[in-house]
C-alpha cells in the first residue's frame, strides 16, 4: 500500500520567515567573529615600515643639528618632513593635512604592496619620480625600495608645495643626502630638476631658481635644465632607459606632483591613486612620464591622494596619536571565518530544503499553529 503525503499548494509566509531568520543569523554569526589574518607580504611590509621610520628620525636628527626649527603647530608629531607655507623654493599651494598624514611610516608597506602587485621583484629595475612636495612620501618609497632590493632609478623636482621640503638649506636632495650618508638607503637621485610650472622653475623668483640650482650642485646631482614641458619629459625617458640598460623597468612611482611627472593638475588626476594597470582612457589624456610608461604596458604606481590611500589602507590620517609600525589593514585584516560562512550557507539550504521540498517544515508549522491552510492537493 503506497502512502499518501499531504502538502500546501505554495510556500506559506511562517516558512518564507523561518527562511529569512535563519539567514539573518547566519549573517549575523559570520560578522559577529571574524578572523584576523596577515595579508600578502607581511615581513616584507613591517621590514619597509620600520626603515622608512629609521630614516624619517635621521632627517629629524640632521635638522636638529642644523639648527633648523620645527614648529610644533605645524608638525605637531615633531617629524622634521612638514616645512613651511611659502619660500622663495615653493612651487604651488598644498595642504597641510595632507602632508601630516604622509609622515606615518607605514605608507611603506602600503608603496611596497602596490609595487609587490606590479611584480617588482629582487634586482628590477623601477623608475621613480619625486617631488619636493611629500618629503616623507619620498622616504617610505625609498624604503620600500630598499627592503624589495629594486634596481630604483630616480629623478627628482626639488621644488615644493606649501608644507613640503621647501627650505632652501635643506631640500628633498639634502635630506637623500642624509640617509646615503647614514647608510639607510643604497642610492640617490640620478638627476634632478628645478620643478615648478613645465619643470623649468616658471613663476617662481630669480632668487628661488638660483637656490634650487645651488642646491643641486651641493649634492653633485646631475641638473636637468630642459626648454619645455615636453622636453623635460622626453629627458627623464631617456635618463630612466639608458639607466635600465638591457633590463626591462618593471614599474613607475610617482611621488607627489612634478609637471614632467604626471603632466599638469589635469594628468594628475587622470589616473587614480595606487596602482595603475593600464593608461587611463578618453579625451585630453595629458603627455607625462606616467602616461609615456603606461602606453608601454609598464605598471605606474601613482602616490597622490594621501586621505584615500591612507583609507582604503586602514592608516591613520593627521591623527592626534603616534602611528603605529604595523597598524592598518594593509598589514592585518579582519575577514569572513570561511568555516562558518560554508556553515551558515548549509544551514540556510537545510532549512529550504526542509520547508519547501519535505514535509519536515509543514509538520513543525503545523504542530506550532492548528489554523487550517489552503486546500491540501493529494500526491502519491
Partial sequence: MKRVYWRPPGVSRSALAMIALAAVAAL????????????????????????????????????????????????????????????????????ISAKRASTNPNFA???LHFLKRAGVERGDAVAVGLSGSFPALSVSTFAALQVLEANAIVIASVSGSEWGA?????????????????????YRSAAASRGGIDDRGMGMSKEGRALIDAAIARNNVERFDSTSLVDAIERRMSLYDARAGEKPIKAYVNVGG?????????????????????????EGIVDSVMLRFAERGVPVVHVSNIAQ???????????????????????????PN?????????????????F?????????????????????????
Fill in 166 to 186: 621647501n627650505d632652501p638649506t635643506y631640500t628633498w636632495l639634502d635630506m637623500e643626502r642624509t640617509l646615503f650618508e647614514n647608510k639607510l638607503f643604497s
Fill in 258 to 282: 612634478g609637471s614632467a611627472s604626471v603632466g599638469t593638475h589635469v594628468g594628475k588626476k587622470q589616473f587614480r591613486p595606487g596602482l595603475n594597470s593600464e593608461p587611463p582612457r578618453g
Fill in 356 to 380: 519547501i521540498r519535505l514535509d519536515v517544515g509543514v509538520r513543525i508549522l503545523r504542530s506550532r499553529k492548528k489554523e487550517s491552510v489552503k486546500q491540501p492537493q493529494q500526491m502519491v
Fill in 109 to 111: 608597506a602600503v608603496i
Fill in 28 to 95: 549575523v554569526i559570520v560578522e559577529r567573529f571574524p578572523v584576523v589574518r596577515k595579508q600578502s607580504w607581511h615581513t616584507e611590509k613591517i621590514r619597509a615600515a620600520r626603515l622608512s621610520y629609521d630614516a624619517m628620525r635621521a632627517i629629524k636628527a640632521e635638522r636638529i643639528k642644523r639648527g633648523l626649527v620645527i614648529d610644533p603647530e605645524v608638525d605637531p608629531h615633531q617629524t622634521g618632513l612638514i616645512g613651511f607655507s611659502l619660500t622663495p623654493i615653493t612651487s604651488n599651494t598644498g595642504y
Fill in 309 to 335: 590611500i591612507a583609507k582604503s589602507n586602514g592608516l591613520r590620517a593627521d591623527s592626534e596619536q603616534d602611528p603605529r609600525i604595523g597598524e592598518g589593514s594593509v598589514f592585518i585584516k579582519a575577514e
Fill in 338 to 354: 570561511r568555516l562558518l560562512a560554508g556553515l551558515g550557507v548549509g544551514i540556510i539550504l537545510a532549512v529550504m530544503l526542509a
